[in-house]
């Protein structure tokens, strides 16, 4: 599924902050390397459904077998594995025997006890490597049949069968760790540099997750259909403490919302949900719902903050009217594509903006291969265009009960003619400030 730089920070995907990115929710790795192949999977959305079930079929397996996930690995331990590595160490003895190996600890102390320590670490490591493997001995995925085929045959060799055998309350021999070293510095380093891999893929994975387990998600269904649909029950943004869910149902017959409310109502909120939920169920990820079916999208586009550009003396409303010139652009390929826009041509005068608006969704209407969400403001401009039977129109309804506003955040039927930009300037106490100035 093509996503643009744009719609990942329009999603908050990844952001900045990074405690308000869909990442930092996500992200529940053990190891610095399982938390960079989690930042992988979450920027790379998948293109068929094959792969997206495949997924799937991972994380509900690695779900099972969470709470049994073995403690020998840490992010200490594959530090201390990969600085073994890059750390000058004396030459060990090329036959470690009884006699070389007591001079050498003798002769080179620092390096024996690096070297000690690394290989007790490795002995961890592969422990817990044996441990995944047994955990996950009956994959359900190619992924998952794939590493763990890797991870029994690299633990065949017999050297680290030998490793696998020791036991932690007998303490190794100098001979056993310079003959252990050897193995691991000259004969095996690619093979430890790939379970290293290997874990911190299945640490993504198991992040993954973790999060459907602690959060309660749900895995979506999709169908390969000609033409794009959203079906799902309960949807909620992620990122929220206390959500609201709504229900959403766009198709071929109405595959237009047209979506009003005052300020604060929730209509982004919405928007995003929406798109943060279609973007991780082609992750191969649960989503925030009760439940969730959709039709394998090729592209996910969204206009939701446009920025001017001083430096080469753009406009706001110049940059809104070229994303909107490149998303019609990109949707009139035929695939299957979901548009996400949240306040069209806020650039620019009421008049100019009301005409703008009108003319893009009369003519974005007419793609049958997209889906849209359009929010505004411009609540005039819904009466023309209820002529057109694919538009659905929903809005946020407010109240204000003593000059307090109420939102519901309740999706409902129509359009809402609500206007409270004032009342808000005057509850923030600014009408007073100025009075009194």
């Known amino acids: 599924m093509q996503v643009d730089k744009t719609t990942l920070a329009d999603l908050s995907i990844f952001n900045n902050e990074e405690e308000c990115s869909v990442f930092h929710h996500l992200n529940f790795t053990h190891t610095n390397e399982g938390r960079e192949h989690l930042r992988i999977l979450l920027s790379k959305p998948l293109a068929n459904i094959a792969d997206i079930i495949d997924v799937q079929q991972t994380i509900q397996q690695l779900q099972q077998v969470a709470a049994q996930w073995p403690v020998t690995i840490t992010n200490g331990t594959i530090m201390v594995l990969e600085r073994f590595f890059d750390t000058p160490i004396n030459s060990y003895p090329s036959s470690p025997s009884a006699v070389n190996s007591f001079v050498y600890k003798l002769v080179s102390s620092p390096d024996y006890s690096i070297t000690k320590y690394s290989v007790e670490h490795f002995i961890g490591f592969v422990k817990g490597m044996k441990q995944v493997a047994e955990l996950l001995d009956q994959p359900t995925s190619k992924q998952l049949q794939a590493n763990i085929g890797r991870i029994e045959l690299l633990l065949k060799k017999s050297t680290v069968q030998q490793m696998l055998q020791n036991k932690k309350t007998l303490p190794l021999t100098p001979v056993e760790i310079l003959q252990f070293a050897n193995f691991m510095r000259f004969q095996f380093k ?53 959500p609201v869910s709504y229900s959403v149902s766009l198709n071929k017959e109405e595959n237009f919302l047209f979506l009003t409310g005052a300020n604060m109502a929730g209509k982004s909120t919405f928007i995003k949900a929406v798109g943060v939920s279609v973007y991780l169920a082609h992750l191969g990820m649960g989503v925030p719902a009760k439940q969730m079916q959709l039709s394998l999208f090729d592209g996910l586009l969204s206009n939701i903050q446009v920025a001017d550009n001083i430096i080469k003396g753009e406009s706001y409303f110049f940059n809104e009217v070229q994303r909107i010139k490149n998303t019609i652009e990109k949707i009139s390929d035929g695939k299957k594509w979901l548009i996400l826009i949240d306040e069209l041509f806020k650039g620019t005068n009421v008049q100019d903006a009301m005409k703008c608006s009108t003319t893009v969704i009369e003519g974005l209407h007419k793609m049958n291969n997209a889906l849209f969400i359009l929010s505004t403001h411009l609540y005039e401009i819904g009466e023309s265009l209820q002529q057109y039977k694919n538009i659905q129109f929903k809005y946020f309804e407010t109240s204000v009960a003593a000059e307090q506003l109420v939102f519901s955040y309740q999706l409902k039927e129509g359009i809402s003619n609500d206007r409270l930009g004032y009342l808000i300037l005057r509850r923030e106490g600014v009408v007073k400030m100025l009075e009194n100035l």
């Open 190 to 242: 690619h093979e430890m540099y790939e379970l290293i891999n290997i874990f911190s893929k299945l640490d993504a994975y198991l992040s993954l997750a973790t999060a459907c387990s602690k959060y309660g998600f749900c895995f979506p269904e999709f169908s390969e259909t000609a033409q794009p649909f959203i079906k799902a029950e309960g949807l909620y943004h992620l990122l929220l403490n206390i």
